[in-house]
C-alpha cells in the first residue's frame, strides 16, 4: 500500500484471498462482514457498505457496513436520508465515483451531503449496482474521509473485477434466504397440525429435529433420544423402525424407490399411541453418486391440541365468537358432546352451531370439518392477528 491515500494493486494471492471472503459472505453473521473489512483495508476506505434491495422493495432491505465505523448513522439513513440519496441508479456493473457521477456544487450544498455525510466525515465515494438474476439489487458503496483522495483507476480497476463475483455471492444469499423461508414456512405448517419432525442418518442416529418433536422426545413417553439415537419404548414398534430403516437405506443404495412405514407406538403413560410415519429424504442430485442415506420420521402426537386460534378461525368462514369456538374443540378431535361439555353449553345449541359451521364452510360431516379446520389453519400459520386483507406489494 501507498502513503498518499490511493492503494496499491492487489496481487494474484491477494486478489484470491478477497474473492474468497465473498463467497464466504453469504453464510457469516452479519453476511459478508470479513468481505467488507477486506476491502475497506484494501482501498484505504473509511466504510465499505453493501445495501441490499428486494425486488419492488420500497427502501433498503439490509443495510451492511463494515465495521459499524459510521455507527449509528446507517439506521438513520434508512429511517431519513434513503429517499433523498442521489447517488442511486448507477450503471449496472460499473464502478463511478460520486465526483463523476454528480455536479459537484450542487452535491455539497445538498442536504443529504450537508445533514447525513459530513456529520459521518465522508467526502469521496465508490459506487456500483448489480442486479441478481432474481432481480435484488445490490448497492455496493466505498467511502473516504475528506483528509483522503479521491478514488482512482487502480480502485475503480478492482472494485470492477470484484462485482461479477459479488453479484453471484448474492444470488446464493438470495437463494439461501429463500430455502430458509420455506423451511420455516414449511415447520410452522408442520406445528399447527401438531407433526414433529426428525431427521435421521442411515444408522438412526438424530441429525436434526423440530421443537414438537424435540418436547416430545424431552418427555420420553414413548419416544426418547438415547445417546443420540431415536429410540422407542414399544419393542415391536422398535423393530419395525430399524427394519424400515435397513430397507431404505439398502433401497437408496441400489438406486430404488423406498418405501413409507407407518408405524404406531405405544405410549408407558397411558396416553394414545404416538402415529409414526417413516419415509426416505430427498436426496439433492448432487449426491446422488454418493447416495448418501437420510430418514425423515414424523410424530403426530394425538393428544397434543393443535395451535388453532378462534379469532383466525371466524375471520377465515365468518363464524361468530361461539362458533368459532366450538368449530376449534372439533378441530382438536373432541366430539360434539365433549364439546358442548367443554364450553359449558346445551346439546341442542352445540348441534344448531354444527348446522350454521356447516353451512358457512360448505361441509356437510363432521370428519370433514375436522379436516378443513386442520389444514386450514395449518396453511396460514393462525395466530390471533391474522389479517385476512389484500398481501402488501412490497415484502418488509
Known amino acids: 500500500m501507498t502513503d498518499s491515500g490511493m492503494s496499491a494493486p492487489l496481487d494474484l494471492p491477494e486478489f484470491s484471498a478477497l474473492v474468497k471472503t465473498i463467497y464466504a459472505g453469504p453464510l457469516e453473521d452479519p453476511p459478508w462482514d470479513s468481505f467488507l473489512e477486506a476491502v475497506c483495508v484494501a482501498m484505504k476506505a473509511t466504510a465499505v457498505t453493501l445495501i441490499l434491495e428486494p425486488p419492488a422493495s420500497e427502501g433498503p432491505g439490509y443495510i451492511l457496513n463494515a465495521a459499524g465505523r459510521l455507527h449509528s448513522g446507517w439506521r438513520t439513513y434508512r429511517e431519513q436520508f434513503f429517499a433523498s440519496d442521489p447517488f442511486v441508479n448507477l450503471p449496472e456493473g460499473c464502478p463511478v465515483t460520486i465526483s463523476e457521477y454528480l455536479p459537484q456544487e450542487e452535491f ?69 434466504s429463500r430455502i430458509a423461508s ?69 433401497s437408496e443404495k441400489k438406486g430404488e424407490r423406498s418405501l413409507v412405514e407407518a408405524i404406531r407406538v405405544e405410549r408407558p403413560s397411558g396416553k394414545r399411541d404416538f402415529g409414526l410415519i417413516v419415509k426416505p429424504a430427498p ?53 360434539l358432546d365433549e364439546a358442548a361439555h367443554e364450553l359449558s353449553i346445551a346439546r341442542n345449541t352445540a348441534r344448531a352451531h354444527l348446522r350454521s359451521i356447516f353451512a358457512k364452510t360448505g361441509v356437510s360431516r363432521q370428519t370433514m370439518l375436522v379436516r378443513l379446520i386442520v389444514t386450514s389453519l395449518a396453511q396460514l400459520g393462525s395466530d390471533d392477528g391474522l389479517e385476512l386483507s389484500a398481501p402488501r406489494s412490497s415484502p418488509s
Request: glycine share 6%; proline share 4%; aromatic share 6%.
Open 108 to 176: 455539497q450544498a445538498s442536504e443529504f451531503n450537508q445533514l447525513f455525510l459530513k456529520p459521518t466525515g465522508v467526502r469521496f465515494i465508490l459506487g456500483a449496482d448489480v442486479r441478481t438474476d432474481g432481480n435484488m439489487l445490490a448497492r455496493f458503496r466505498i467511502s473516504r474521509n475528506d483528509k483522503a483522495v479521491d478514488f482512482g483507476v487502480e480502485e475503480r480497476s478492482l472494485c470492477a473485477h470484484l462485482l461479477p463475483h459479488l453479484r453471484q455471492s448474492v444470488e446464493i444469499f438470495a437463494r439461501l
Open 182 to 250: 420455506e423451511r420455516t414456512l414449511y415447520a410452522g405448517t408442520l406445528n399447527q397440525m401438531a407433526v414433529g419432525t426428525i431427521i435421521l442418518d442411515g444408522h438412526g442416529k438424530i441429525l436434526d429435529k423440530d421443537r414438537i418433536a424435540e418436547a416430545l422426545l424431552k418427555q420420553a413417553d414413548g419416544v426418547a433420544a438415547v445417546s443420540g439415537m431415536l429410540s422407542l419404548n414399544d419393542r415391536n414398534a422398535s423393530a419395525r423402525l430399524h427394519e424400515t430403516i435397513r430397507k431404505i437405506v439398502e
Open 283 to 335: 436426496q439433492p442430485r448432487y449426491l446422488d453418486e454418493q447416495r448418501i442415506p437420510a430418514i425423515v420420521v414424523f410424530i403426530s402426537d394425538p393428544d397434543r391440541h393443535t395451535a388453532m386460534m378462534p379469532a383466525a378461525l371466524a375471520k377465515l368462514f365468518g363464524l361468530t365468537p361461539a362458533e368459532a369456538a366450538f368449530a376449534v374443540l372439533l378441530g382438536d378431535g373432541l366430539t
